[in-house]
């Protein structure tokens, strides 16, 4: 019986959900220091990752550093940050769209400047908290291969549990 649930987790935790541990403030005020969740890793095998979504992956310059952002922009997008906003240009809005993120602190602005196209299997994140992210603005494009999933639930801290889903625009 112990074997029998020894390899039920081991199966569980290897190929469908994984804990982790938000370390940092990029993410407040929706994920913080200390925070413990469950990252779907099932999800993207099926699908790609979508805007707005919460991903996990491991850090592109350092894949022993595992990292917590928001997809911004997607394969195929140029994504435009300046004046404090975030616009995406793709075949569906020639004229770009800007970015509605009522996930972000009241009056929070997206400081510095960038100009993105996205090449396939390219994805633009940021943290929630713009101005103590470290992201796409400081190191670049993220890489569908560095993901490890999707966070779905807040187990910790208790009083905290919460399911996610991805924002509409």
Known sequence: MALIAIVSVFLIRTFLVQPFLVSGASMEPNFSDGDYLLVDE?????REPERGEVVVFKYPNNEA???IKRVIGLPGERVVIE???VKVFNNENAGGLELKEYY???GLETSGKADVTLKEGEYF???DNRSASFDSRSWGILDIKEVIGLARVRLWPIGSLTTFAAPNY
Do not use: E, N, P
């Open 83 to 85: 004046g404090g906003g």
């Open 65 to 67: 550093t595992f990292f």
């Open 42 to 46: 099932i999800t993207y095998k099926f």
């Open 104 to 106: 972000l602190q009241s």
């Open 125 to 127: 994140v940021l943290g």
